[in-house]
């Protein structure tokens, strides 16, 4: 005898469902979203700069900043001129979806065209909570060490492109770019990487490039996935 | 008439119940143990080998390794000739009290003098998740930047001493050691400090002479708290 096992589709937990509704409210404002996240200090913020600084007389920007505390980030941000949302975590070592929910309405969706989200400094718990963006975003950096992505592996394989930041010290450290790309490319084959430096701009035009693309070629409604 | 509330004392969460066993197993052997916690790539292994390798000779030490997966930094310590455990939480982004259980009894204990503990490379959660060690050891880098101690405040305001590591880079960063000291104050004051460089050896004389002291003074069941 052949014992059936019922089988139901997979239930969305309460935070993918909450970001289902965060994509699904991008998407019908128009707005392109990215979720940046690396470890403390890495140049999330820098990235940020450098992108807006770059591109904000072609996209209309928003932003979004994790962060346990304080709004050092977002003060930086919103000085550059683009509507700039605070999320203080308190303790929580990741954004999820009901924090973007909640800062959505503070953003003027319909006038936007990018929204920027800064993750907290943390290269685990950010890896496990969609928040409902179009591309996740990691930032690595060379003092980090390139042993990074064997150790933290469920980061590196969830996210859709990956810069290698602080190129400018790569000599003042002990980095093997092989051993890392390696590293990278067992966990997440293909994955687009720019090495740069948001110090004195290297790599950052093709991180623009490949951004620029993903705006441009992006279907609202047609994405598949939301992240 | 006065309502009396009635007024139970602090009841311990699970973890700190199994921190304090910890605690008591460490003081009985007599063994002063230290959990050093710091985003990843910061310098906990680097630090860990400078010190057993200063101090194997005059001190029996142990050592516990937490990663999220790999063993390649208890693989470097162990090489030192150490006993080491490794610990692979899966995804979980600290460790915690239940797992250094599930470790002591793979350490000699009765033959060591000083256990240290390498916690996961995280800035935030380690910081809510007690032991049963002896001390709380944090390490900041400079390529991090001078802001985290404002930025994560929970960590900074919770540990014993401070490094800030990777000072032989200190001039191809921005990084403001008065602003970062102040930010230290104003949440640990009177912190112990060491400014050192696990690459050149510079601090580290300094660290030892703090370490050594620590456990030369330590009374087993005299300490008070557990960390």
Request: glycine share 8%; with cysteine.
């Amino acid at each position: 005898m052949t014992v059936r096992v019922p089988v139901v589709e997979r239930i969305l937990s309460a935070n993918d469902q909450l970001a289902a509704a965060n994509h699904a409210r991008l998407d019908s404002a128009g707005v392109f979203a990215i979720n940046i996240m690396a470890s403390p200090g890495a140049g999330k913020t820098s990235l940020i700069m450098r992108t807006v600084e770059a591109l904000k007389e072609e996209l209309r920007i928003g932003a979004v900043d994790g962060d346990i505390a304080t709004t050092l980030d977002a003060d930086r941000i919103a000085a550059l001129g683009v509507p700039t949302v605070q999320i203080n975590t308190g303790g929580t070592c990741h954004l999820d979806a009901p924090m973007l929910q909640s800062a959505l309405p503070q953003l003027p969706l319909a006038e936007l065209d990018l929204l920027i989200i800064e993750n907290v400094g943390n290269l685990v718990c950010p890896a496990s909570f969609k928040l409902g963006v179009h591309r996740d975003v990691l930032i690595a950096s060379v003092p980090e060490g390139d042993d990074k992505p064997y150790k933290y592996p469920v980061m590196y394989r969830g996210v859709n492109v990956l810069m290698l930041n602080k190129m400018d010290v790569l000599a003042a450290f002990e980095f093997d770019v092989g051993y890392f790309r390696r590293g990278v490319e067992a966990l997440n084959p293909g994955l687009a990487f720019f090495p740069i430096s948001c110090k004195t701009g290297e790599g950052i035009d093709d991180w623009l490039a490949w951004l620029r693309n993903e705006v441009k070629e992006h279907v609202p409604g047609n994405t598949g996935a939301y992240r």
